[in-house]
């Protein structure tokens, strides 16, 4: 069983630019969940995807888009970057929307240093 | 890797301890509690979970209880090892239709041999 994969692993960008992050979901997961994990602090979520479409989304702006693909891999997009911006970005991937009973499989994120 | 444990209350103990740690939850309405472990350059891993009609559920060496009346939520580890360290993650989910968590701060836990 192959679990969520994140790519790239690192990534610095400058102010203003835009940046796309993707992830693999877990083999048979249909459902997809980004989080922003600042230093010292919890991860908070972006949004979460099911069948190609966001299915939810935390109190974050705009700027911060995503897809779901066929394949139930994803990506994370974010444009204009900010220096808060900078961060661990997680992708997790769960069998059932909306099942308490699916807990979230994490992968490794990509830490995102915007400067 | 890198450190997600900076400015994060630490427990420090000695291998072989029993070690708790504690989460104050927000959220009265949530039914369902999970603790995460974060080891250095990696993302959350799940440990232990239980729904908010049970007050205590056990697993291979770790007990997480349930106070809804205080929303305080602990992990207990017994026999402490030095591959427990890592920052711990108490994240509790409403049943809004969808598995959102929300994450707590978190705690460091550090096991020297």
């Known amino acids: 069983e192959t679990g969520v994969t994140q790519s790239p692993t690192h990534l610095i960008k400058t102010r203003g630019q835009q940046v796309t992050l993707r992830c693999s979901s877990q083999?048979?997961?249909?459902?997809v969940s980004w989080y922003q994990q600042a230093l010292g602090q919890g991860p908070q979520f972006i949004f979460q995807?099911?069948?190609?479409?966001?299915?939810g989304r935390g109190n974050f702006p705009p700027r911060f888009s995503g897809l779901q693909f066929p394949n139930y891999s994803s990506e994370l997009n974010v444009n204009a970057l900010e220096l808060d911006d900078s961060a661990l970005y997680l992708c997790?991937?769960?069998?059932?929307?909306?099942?308490?009973?699916?807990?979230?499989?994490f992968g490794n994120g990509t830490r995102l240093t915007v400067t | 890797g890198e450190s997600v444990g900076l400015h994060l209350p630490t427990l420090s103990v000695q291998e072989g301890d029993n070690s708790i740690i504690n989460c104050a939850y927000s959220?009265?309405?949530?039914?369902?509690f999970i603790w995460y472990k974060q080891e250095s350059g990696k993302g959350p891993q799940f440990i232990i979970d239980?729904?908010?009609?049970?007050d205590k559920r056990q697993g291979q060496r770790v007990t997480v209880l349930l106070n809804k009346t205080v929303k305080h939520l602990s992990l207990q580890i017994a026999a402490t090892q030095p591959g427990d360290s890592a920052v711990y993650f108490c994240a509790e989910i409403l049943n809004s239709g969808y598995s959102t968590l929300t994450f707590g701060k978190g705690t460091m836990l550090l096991v020297s041999p």
């Open positions: 995807y099911y069948r190609e479409e966001e299915n």
């Open positions: 083999s048979g997961h249909n459902t």
């Open positions: 997790a991937s769960s069998l059932v929307r909306g099942s308490i009973d699916s807990p979230l499989h």
């Open positions: 239980i729904r908010s009609n049970m």
């Open positions: 959220n009265s309405a949530s039914d369902y």
